[in-house]
């Protein structure tokens, strides 16, 4: 069990014929983590004990004939995501001393389905970057390259997939943080439709925008992971109550007839030519499969990242107000009064990046500024959502690219918030309408992958996971491998 | 210079539903610190609200008991702010749309005049929790078992012109809420309780002058008592050529002044926004309809009935319709008597109210219930002990808790109807006071009255007064 794992699908199917057990499975994958821990700084906490004990009641649940299809499936969490009596981080030292006193809904969705965690995924901190550089517990490197970034929020997702020392984990995705790592680290990464999946227990950032999500090595690991974590909460005033279909039983559905829209706007100046050239195959080979394409603009979409930097800081300002060292997480050494307690707490506990997006948020909602900024955002909102409702009456699903450009070096754009923030340029639109977006792996550029973006209507996830299917099936990027980690 | 009072009020009235706002903890007041305050209430990370559709229910009550508008669309947003009592750092609360918009309520002044005032809005809500000083020496503790609890927040026009006006307001809305069975009124224990928005300016003026907002107000008397200090203290200000500044205030009881707790410069900015956690909060005609169908009848409503079946004078309705309870008591009464409601209301709001007051007790734990006061007023109407007998009878009723016939008969009290048994008395005081007898028959039509009071001496105050009368007239004239 020491080779490259393969898919969820075929660890499942080893684990039904017996071909193993759970905890020889997540054995095997705990020695993987070690082995990678010390280049790829995946992992924040990894929970072997709890791990090998789930294993075990995975096993004997599978030998007393109560085996669902994911049991003794390992996976990891993003460290997003509240587990109860286990460190919740979320890659800020403001929770560096956090366990969760709870599980967060999704957690106890797919482990009610049998999965067995094997830790908490590094990320950057709060999910606010697009590098994972911004994690109070180090950077996460990129398995194809490990001077480069694996990309972000959810960075430890992207390369613990990439590397095979996770068959799958847990992402989430406010402005493209599950869909920039999938694609800037070769992996399948969907963000389902905002009300989907139970926000319950995922620690918020910009909470109209965040939605939890999956990143795995294939489309049908997608599709097989997405059902347990999917579904109406009802501690979730947000989520949707409308039934979860089973996302495999469409899989290998046809693609005759389907129209695909390419975005005018995806394919800007911004775009890097050998990337747009990978993209412009892959939509070759739907060609093939009986896909049509036919362009498409959706003209308000350059206002996205201007319109996200407004939305997202005003609600993580307001969303990160809670951690004032009072109740919970780091408090300052011996405060003098109470401003001291929240001025020095607040200091010591939060990044730059964090306090940058704090700093924003706080204004864009002041007095004075809040219509200049705040409503106006929300106002080009509703035409960026117009725009894609349009688009959607001409086309099935949006194709482009996931990112402009493969994975850039550690430290390269460090210094350069706007150009970070471009790296979303293609993805925050998806989060703004609420739509589910993907990200499958469709070649290299310079050694380093490239994702391709599909961007569906509401609720479209069986449609778009089947589409992405196909192509895997047509393909294996997805399988590919870096070799460090062969 | 004349003055004239500009008072607003802000009245906020905790809703009496069982679980709080937007998490499932109980609301009782009164347990161990925290232990009504689970993870949404503590502002954990990840956790989120859900609004409780009772509170949801309630308000909508009150809007249309106010006959205010029913927003379709309200949306909750986040007030922003730091306080170690306040989890999230944040309070939900209603701000640019919310739940009731445009409603009134008709106060009755001491003048008997009634003065209609205008209610702007009234939003939903989350409590903060407490922070306690007391017996923690350089530390604060906190409490979060009110945090979350539903308030309404009921926000007047600017309407009232004194104190009183503003006491009566509140003590009508006050009366209203408990009727509609959406908050307890409990005062002490922080349940209503008002902020006081003051100004003063030259009478005739139709501009406002400069406020002062008063926070939290949490008696009639307190209310009264601020308001009053506060307008003296403006118009001190301004007549001593002084500005009043816009600012918050507090009000110390002990002290009987209000002092300054922030200007408008050190005023927070919430930073309002529409909270992402919650949808918008949606409500359709059916939904109104259901909750209109279920809506008990209100004070004044209520009042109108008493004056149109009861005879009962404006005054004496309003007194009775104060709270549902009275009302309700009453009614009992009267139905129980069968006749004379006005001798009813009388003995309600006289001799029982008087006896509940000393005792400081609510009408629904008055040691004489509706049944008991009954007997004794129809022991009245059918002329078995007089009005004057039936006080004593009310008075060991009280204290014995036995009923007004069980005191008649044990103290004997019965009237004298028996025409023999008063004759007879009459002819004794005639024969005991000859001169009296002779200076009545010669034209001394006063020495009446001493006649009765002789003959009732005589009969221990039992004699029928009414037999009385048309007996002693007949014997005196010879």
Redo the contacts between chains.
């Keep these: 069990m020491s080779a490259p794992a393969p898919t969820v699908a075929a660890l499942a199917r080893g684990l039904a014929e017996g071909a193993f057990s759970s905890v020889e499975l997540t054995r095997a994958y705990l020695e993987r983590i070690a082995a990678a821990q010390p280049s790829l700084n995946a992992f924040i906490t990894v929970t072997g004990e709890s791990a090998l004990k789930a294993a075990a009641e995975a096993d004997a649940a599978r030998a007393a004939g109560r085996a669902g299809r994911l049991t003794g499936v390992p996976i990891g969490h993003k460290d997003i995501f509240c587990t109860e009596g286990v460190l919740t981080t979320c890659g800020s030292k403001m929770l560096g001393n956090f366990v969760s006193p709870y599980d967060a809904t999704i957690v106890s969705g797919l482990r009610a389905a049998g999965t067995v965690m094997l830790g908490k995924l590094n990320m950057d901190e709060f999910a606010m970057g697009s590098s994972n550089e911004t994690s109070h517990f180090g950077p996460v490197r990129n398995p194809w390259d490990t001077q480069m970034v694996p990309g972000g929020s959810s960075g430890g997702s992207a390369a613990s997939v990439a590397a095979r020392i996770v068959p799958a984990a847990t992402a989430t995705d406010t402005g493209g943080s599950i869909r920039q790592p999938a694609a800037l680290c070769g992996v399948t990464g969907i963000k389902p439709t905002y009300g989907r999946c139970s926000r319950y227990g995922m620690i918020a950032f910009a909470s109209s925008l965040d939605q939890a999500g999956l990143i795995t090595v294939s489309a049908e690991d997608a599709a097989l992971l997405l059902g347990p974590m999917s579904g109406f909460d009802p501690r979730d005033s947000t989520s949707v109550d409308s039934p979860v279909p089973d996302y495999t039983a469409t899989l290998g559905d046809s693609l005759q007839g389907l129209t695909i829209g390419l975005v005018r706007e995806f394919f800007d100046k911004g775009l890097d030519a050998a990337c747009e050239q990978r993209i412009r195959d892959a939509i070759a080979v739907y060609e093939k499969l009986g896909a049509k394409v036919r362009e498409v603009s959706c003209p308000n979409l350059p206002l996205s990242v201007p319109t996200y930097y407004v939305v997202a800081p005003a609600e993580c300002s307001s969303n990160l107000a809670r951690f004032d060292g009072v109740r919970f997480g780091h408090r300052c050494d011996s405060p003098k009064n109470l401003l001291d307690l929240y001025c020095r707490s607040r200091g010591e506990g939060f990044g730059a990046e964090v306090k940058r997006r704090i700093m924003t948020g706080t204004y864009v909602l002041s007095a004075g500024y809040y219509d200049a900024y705040y409503l106006k955002a929300q106002r080009v909102r509703q035409l960026i959502s117009a725009d894609f409702a349009r688009a959607f009456k001409e086309c099935d699903l949006l194709f482009g690219p996931t990112t402009p450009t493969p994975a850039f070096r550690i430290g390269a754009k460090c210094d350069d918030p706007i150009t970070m923030y471009l790296n979303d340029i293609y993805t925050i639109g998806a989060n703004l309408a609420g739509l589910p977006g993907m990200s499958i792996p469709c070649g290299f550029v310079d050694g380093l992958p490239i994702g391709l973006q599909i961007v569906g209507p509401h609720f479209s996830e069986a449609r778009m996971l089947n589409v992405a299917h196909r192509y895997q099936q047509e393909t294996d990027w997805h399988l590919k491998t870096p070799s460090a980690f062969a | 210079m004349e003055w004239e009072t500009v008072i607003g009020l802000e009245i906020h009235a905790q809703l009496a539903t069982r679980s709080k706002i937007f998490s499932g903890s109980a609301t009782a007041y009164g347990a161990e610190p925290n232990t009504q305050a689970n993870?949404v209430d503590?502002?954990?990370?990840?956790?989120?609200?859900?609004?409780n559709g009772e509170a949801v229910r309630m308000a909508v009550r009150f809007g249309l008991a106010i006959g205010a508008r029913i927003a379709p669309h309200s949306v909750f947003a986040?007030k922003?702010y730091?306080y170690?009592d306040l989890?999230?750092?944040?309070q939900i609360s209603q701000y640019e749309l919310p739940v009731v918009a445009q409603g009134s309520l008709d106060v009755v002044l001491d003048d008997g005049t009634r003065k209609r005032v205008g209610i702007t809005r009234a939003h939903l809500e989350e409590d903060a929790g407490k922070s306690l000083h007391e017996g923690m020496p350089g530390m604060?503790g906190?409490d979060l078992n009110r945090a979350g609890t539903p308030l309404i927040e009921i926000v007047s026009e600017p309407d009232m012109r004194s104190a009183k006006e503003a006491v009566a307001y509140m003590k009508k809305v006050h009366t209203l809420v408990r009727y509609l069975d959406i908050c307890d009124g409990n005062m002490q224990e922080g349940s209503f309780r008002c902020d006081a928005n003051v100004s003063v300016r030259p009478k005739g003026s139709d501009k406002f002058g400069t406020r002062a907002e008063i926070k939290n107000l949490n008696s009639f008397r307190f209310v009264e008592k601020a308001i009053n200090y506060e307008v003296e203290r403006q118009i001190e200000l301004l007549e001593s050529g002084g500005k009043v500044v816009q600012e918050t205030r507090l009000y110390d009881p002990d002290k009987g002044e209000t002092r300054s707790m922030r200007s408008k410069e050190e005023a927070n900015?919430y930073?309002?926004?529409p909270d992402?956690?919650?949808?918008p909060l949606v409500i359709d005609d059916a939904f109104v309809a259901t909750i209109k169908a279920s809506l008990p009848e209100l004070p004044d409503e209520k009042a109108a009935r008493f004056v149109r079946d009861y005879g009962l004078s404006e005054y004496d309705a309003g007194v009775l319709t104060a709270s549902r309870e009275l009302g309700a008591f009453y009614e009992d009464v009267v139905r129980r008597v069968g006749r004379d409601p006005k001798l009813c209301a009388n003995w309600v709001m006289g001799d029982l109210a008087a006896f509940l007051n000393k005792d400081n007790l609510e009408i629904n734990d008055s040691k004489v219930d509706a049944e008991a006061l009954a007997g004794l007023v129809t022991r009245i109407v059918d002329a078995t002990i007089s009005g004057k007998i039936a006080k004593d009878v009310f008075e060991a009723m009280w204290a014995s808790g036995e009923s007004a016939d069980a005191i008649i008969e044990q103290k004997g009290l019965r009237q004298i109807t028996d025409t023999g048994a008063i004759e007879q008395a009459i002819d004794e005081v005639m024969a005991k006071n000859p001169g009296q007898l002779a200076d009545y028959r010669s034209g001394k039509d006063k020495l009446f009255g001493f006649f009765v009071g002789q003959v009732m001496k005589a009969t221990g105050g039992k004699a029928n007064p009414a037999q009385l009368n048309d007996l002693l007239r007949k014997k005196l004239s010879g």
């Design positions: 993870l503590l502002g954990y990370p990840g956790v989120l609200p859900v609004l986040r922003n730091f170690p989890p999230k750092g944040y604060s906190i900015d930073r309002y926004f992402p956690d919650l949808l």
